[in-house]
């Protein structure tokens, strides 16, 4: 649905985007996601013709985005970060203002009351949008959108400013869109993406430097084998047991106490699921287990190590300074090495596809 090849984007002498190709297919929902001035929004512009980029081939549904810039926007139905609504005007009336501007083909009245009832704005119809809470108003933006049925729709930072519950009922809009259409979200709120998205890519300085499937990702920070336990127990003899006990294969007793109970930092060994047989052999020796915290690695954690490892290659000495500074633990390295190493496969296929194609 989505192709971009070798799209670099300069400004002056500051390349915003370095060699980026990626393809994203029907019904995908993708977060992009990077730090501040990583290159999403000069990447998510040139994608809805907004911006011109200086080389590489961006096309959408099968249209070139800078050979039929007309038609490849039909395609697309973009949320800027500020919705551009007009607030004095009523939900119906922005909506109306919508279609034509699009120069939309399909039956008016009907599209427009569909679009309503997916976005569920149908009470506030008659409203005039100042009038309206943000979260309805970005409904409202996200209705516009969605006005002559495009086949990708790109989201910047649909949740802020929100409350939790607008949160949550975005979210699901979000997610529900996508069995209908191709989503690229861009956000900084990296559970959002973990939440709605199939796929995530990180871009740093220009280029992709993870590209993986959400799933993947979830398993690595769910695949856990790290945790605080709290014992109420002879600090000695549990540390003992928890030593001798099977599957784990580290156990430390923190300095940390609640009351009679010490917290002991255990990890058990790949691929085994500790928790219910901790909970039956204290159990048994009369120790009572108060807490259970685990101590896995975050999506955020994720995507530092992911961005600091892409910049290792850039600057080794600097990274291992860093590196150290932070003092990563091993498996979060595994886990960066790995998308990056991945993200760079990628990108050395796509180049040698370029040199056989200019053979
Ligand atoms: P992001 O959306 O990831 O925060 P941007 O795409 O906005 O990143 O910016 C990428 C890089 O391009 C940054 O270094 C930014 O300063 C630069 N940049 C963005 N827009 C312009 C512009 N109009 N003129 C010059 N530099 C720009």
């Given at each position: 649905m989505i192709q971009i090849e070798h799209l670099v984007k300069n400004y002056g002498s500051n390349c915003?985007?370095?060699d980026i190709s990626l393809s994203i297919g029907e019904g995908e929902i993708v977060g992009f996601l990077g730090p501040n001035g990583a290159g999403k929004s000069t990447t998510m512009n040139i994608l809805t013709g907004y911006l011109s980029s200086t080389s590489g081939r961006v096309s959408v549904a099968g249209i070139d985005v800078l050979g039929d810039p007309l038609n490849a926007k039909k395609q697309i139905g973009y949320l800027p970060e500020q919705p551009p609504l007009y607030l004095d005007m009523t939900v119906d009336e922005y909506l109306n203002f919508n279609y034509e501007l699009k120069g939309c083909k399909l039956p008016r009245e009907a599209h427009i009351g569909e679009v309503c009832e997916v976005v569920r704005i149908g009470d506030v119809r008659k409203r005039v949008i100042k009038n309206l809470s943000k979260g309805y108003r970005q409904r409202v933006g996200i209705a516009g959108a969605l006005i002559g049925s495009p086949k990708v729709i790109i989201f910047d930072e649909p949740t802020v400013g929100l409350d939790p519950k607008q949160i949550i009922e975005i979210r699901n809009l979000i997610r529900s869109l996508g069995k209908d259409h191709t989503v690229i979200l861009s956000t900084h709120i990296l559970q959002e993406v973990q939440a709605v998205c199939d796929r995530i890519i990180i871009i740093n300085k220009g280029r992709i430097v993870a590209d993986e499937k959400t799933e993947n990702i979830t398993r690595v920070i769910e695949n856990n084998r790290r945790f605080n336990a709290k014992i109420c127990g002879p600090q000695n003899q549990v540390l003992s047991v928890l030593k001798d006990m099977?599957?784990?294969v580290y156990a430390e007793a923190l300095a940390e106490k609640d009351g009679d109970a010490t917290t002991y930092m255990i990890e058990s060994a790949p691929g085994v699921d500790i928790r219910k047989k901790l909970f039956f052999t204290l159990a048994d020796r009369g120790w009572a287990l108060i807490g259970l915290e685990a101590l896995g690695l975050s999506l955020e954690d994720i995507f530092i190590t992911v961005v600091n490892k892409s910049e290792e290659d850039d600057a080794p000495t600097r990274y291992t300074r860093r590196a150290k500074a932070k003092q990563r633990v091993a498996l979060e390295s595994q886990v960066a090495e790995g998308l990056v190493a991945d993200a760079d496969k990628k990108r050395e296929e796509n180049s040698a596809l370029v040199s056989e194609d200019d053979d």
């Open positions: 915003a985007v370095d099977q599957g784990i």
